[in-house]
């Protein structure tokens, strides 16, 4: 039975995700660089392979957070990587590959937002209470599914660009350094932008300060 | 590492929010399922494009719906039969990757339709984050097909390393434009030649709309609504195009998927010549920009009053990125209620529409500032002219203005354009609730959210607000229309509507 994932066709035997958090089996296996994945890739189509397997999580993770909406989310990572497949031959190696992923993943998650921007995603439900479904079979995680629920509606609350920093952060796992080369900041002021969003999430948090 | 090394824990409630933060993206991590869909929809988007995934029709129906669920299953399914067929023949024949493609290409069931090329002229960048190089946006060029269609380039502009050519169609004899002509693929291809002397290509694709109303709908069959601006994107754009030669021609792109729908089978274009037209992008410098937007047009007194709030119109300035108008509003003490504070909000909702000017003008209106009292001194309206180029306000606003408070928002570059609604004091003597900085980038991405999330504004007496458009070209009886000026705490709403004549020479 063949796969409709064209470049993924070689590894059809690789297994997918088990779980829903978690980085690929094939991404871990395979220990080669990006940059050398980069080039086998360029050399031959069907090698991106370990690349997606690789950044797939990142990517979902930042098209997630940004667009909270799990379809959504999963077209804009389509998108990312059907983009990078294409442009991979002008990826210049000046930056880390996941970092230049997350790049054109931001454009995908701004393209979403402009195609919708009339349209209200009535039938979308907010991670806040697919985070409660998520635990709703745990009896003992009720106040987790609580504070998971306040969390989401806390980031849902946040400007969009406060949120494109968190993701990139927290989604995609960038380094400040890579997170101010793709929003323009230095890394001194994305480290200070991420901690007033900290800030602001604490304070809708109620999280207090205690002595040391 | 102690967690107060890490710079976003260095507080117990920013390393509490932090270990939320983490185990909340963790939880967030795709399926197997979705990882699934993910390579499915990969997979179609690289085939439908033939091999060029920008050039994949992105105004294509993305309902969640069961049935376009239910038909994207089937196309994947028949994508991955095809592909399928593909592999056997690569496994037999011992392709290489290319070839291998190559022949699963061939093999997919649509052929290439015959193109008739157009071409729509390209009038000029905005590009806001290289301030020294954005271009006028001259009034939208039309040009007609051969087959009575028309195309205007309308608007084009950067983000990021993209170019963005906004396109107004129209179909023959005026009518609309037919939406599954749309999404039979359009595509544009940009041509330059560079500083060396050498020419260059960008084929650019659909990448989406700018709405009009109603929008182009997911899923809509019929007709694309004539203030609909379609966008085509292209990626990775040098930005120092220069004094360059720019030749833009729109043609039809294969997509065999939708021409096989077409209930006549008719193929609708047939082979033409590309036509080509050359234009010398403007260089303007932060001074004329500077200029441009000091020097405000005077117009005739207009004011309207409803229920104590009064709107009135101050004054026009053209800039050659936004135009913007100047509107005050002031309140009646007389009809405020004792005990409310005599403060207003202004959110989303405004418009302007003039007799024979450019449809765009219906669509990118923002609110660009709220001009008040503020903790450092007495409105400045000389300074709220936002839509400056980026490094005109880092060089004004962070030296002297911003300097002065206690913690100045951080300026970006590569964001442009801010919005900030200041602390205001009302002039009787009450305070306004208090209002924290706000930050807001028209920038790039976020200038979708502007006005539906979060464009509330304090509003005290003497509050002027800013209305910036597209530039004004032109002249005409224009319309501003600001529906949602709302008094703080009533609840009801008010639909202004500002008329004048603007007597300029077009």
């Known amino acids: ?212 | 590492m102690n967690e107060f090394d890490d710079p976003l824990a260095d507080t117990q409630p920013r390393a509490g929010v932090a270990r939320r933060l983490e185990a909340h993206y963790a939880a967030l991590g795709p399926t197997a399922d979705e990882v699934a869909r993910i390579q499915a929809q990969i997979a179609q988007r690289l085939d439908a494009g033939a091999g060029d995934a920008r050039s994949l029709p992105r105004l294509a129906p993305r309902t969640r719906g069961t049935h376009t669920r239910a038909l994207g299953l089937a196309w994947a399914a028949a994508v991955t039969a095809t592909l399928g067929v593909g592999l056997a023949v690569a496994a037999l024949g011992g392709l290489s990757g290319a070839s291998w493609f190559g022949k699963v290409r061939a093999m997919l069931p649509w052929q290439p339709v015959p193109v008739r090329a157009a071409f729509v002229p390209f009038v000029g960048f905005r590009d806001l984050s290289h301030p020294e190089r954005f271009g006028v946006l001259d009034q939208p060029v039309t040009l007609a097909m051969t087959d009575g269609k028309r195309a205007s380039v309308v608007q084009a502009w950067h983000e990021a390393d993209r170019l963005i050519v906004a396109v107004a169609l129209e179909g023959a004899d005026g009518q609309p434009f037919d939406v599954a002509e749309l999404l039979s693929g359009y595509e544009m291809v940009l041509r330059w030649t560079n500083r060396d002397g050498k020419s260059e290509e960008r084929r650019g694709g659909l990448d989406g709309y700018q709405g009009g109303d109603p929008p182009i709908r997911q899923g809509e069959a019929g007709s694309v609504p004539p203030d609909n601006l379609i966008h085509f994107a292209f990626d990775d754009m040098p930005r120092r195009i220069t004094e360059a030669t720019l030749n833009i021609d729109l043609s039809t792109q294969r997509n065999g998927v939708l021409r096989l729908r077409r209930p006549d089978g008719r193929i609708r274009y047939t082979p033409g010549t590309e036509v080509t037209f050359t234009l010398k992008l403007a260089r303007l410098d932060a001074e004329r920009a500077q200029r441009d937007f000091h020097s405000p047009r005077p117009l005739p007194a207009l004011r309207d009053t409803h229920q104590g709030i009064t709107v009135q119109l101050l004054d026009v300035t053209d800039g050659p990125i936004r135009t913007v108008v100047r509107v005050l509003v002031t309140y009646d003490p007389d009809n405020v209620a004792r005990g409310e504070q005599p403060a207003g909000e202004v959110s989303n909702g405004y418009s302007i529409s003039s007799d024979g000017v450019s449809r765009s003008h219906a669509i990118g209106p923002l609110l660009d500032r709220v001009i008040g009292s503020s903790p450092w001194g007495p409105a400045e309206p000389e300074l709220g002219m936002y839509w400056a180029p980026a490094a005109w306000l880092m060089d004004v606003d962070r030296g002297r203005r911003l300097a002065a408070h206690e913690e100045p928002p951080c300026w970006e570059p590569a964001q442009t354009v801010w919005m900030r609604a200041a602390k205001f004091t009302a002039t009787d003597g009450l305070r306004v609730p208090f209002q924290d900085w706000e930050e807001r980038s028209f920038g790039d991405d976020h200038l979708w959210s502007f006005g539906r999330h979060d464009g509330i504004y304090p509003l005290i007496d003497g509050t002027i607000i800013n209305y910036c458009f597209d530039p004004i070209v032109g002249s005409g009886t224009r319309v501003l229309r600001i529906p949602e000026l709302r008094s703080h705490g009533r609840g009801f709403r008010n639909d202004w509507s500002l008329r004048w004549t603007d007597q300029r020479v077009p």
């Open chain 1, 1 to 212: 039975m063949p796969t409709a994932n064209v470049f993924i066709a070689p590894h059809r035997d690789a297994p997918l995700h088990p779980a829903p958090a978690g980085p690929p089996a094939a991404a871990v296996a395979d220990t080669r660089g990006d940059e050398v994945l980069v080039a086998a890739a360029l050399a031959d189509r069907t090698a991106f392979a370990p690349l997606y397997l690789r950044h797939v999580d990142a990517v979902y993770r930042y098209c997630r957070g940004q667009l909270r909406d799990p379809d959504a989310a999963a077209e804009a990572t389509a998108n990312t990587f059907a983009d990078a497949l294409v442009a991979l031959p002008r990826f210049r190696g000046d930056g880390p590959f996941g970092a230049w992923l997350i790049g054109i993943a931001r454009r995908k998650v701004a393209d979403h937002w402009r195609h919708h921007r009339r349209l209200i995603p009535l039938a979308a439900r907010p991670d806040a209470e697919q985070a409660t479904d998520r635990m709703a079979g745990d009896p003992g995680a009720g106040r987790d599914a609580v504070e998971a629920g306040r969390l989401a509606a806390a980031l849902a609350a946040l400007a969009p660009r406060d949120r494109d920093l968190v993701s990139m952060r927290f989604g995609a796992g960038l380094s400040f350094a890579e997170i101010g080369t793709l929003t323009g900041r230095s890394e001194a002021a994305t480290k200070m932008a991420l901690r007033r969003v900290l800030d602001r999430l604490a304070a809708a948090l109620d999280l207090q300060e205690t002595s040391r």
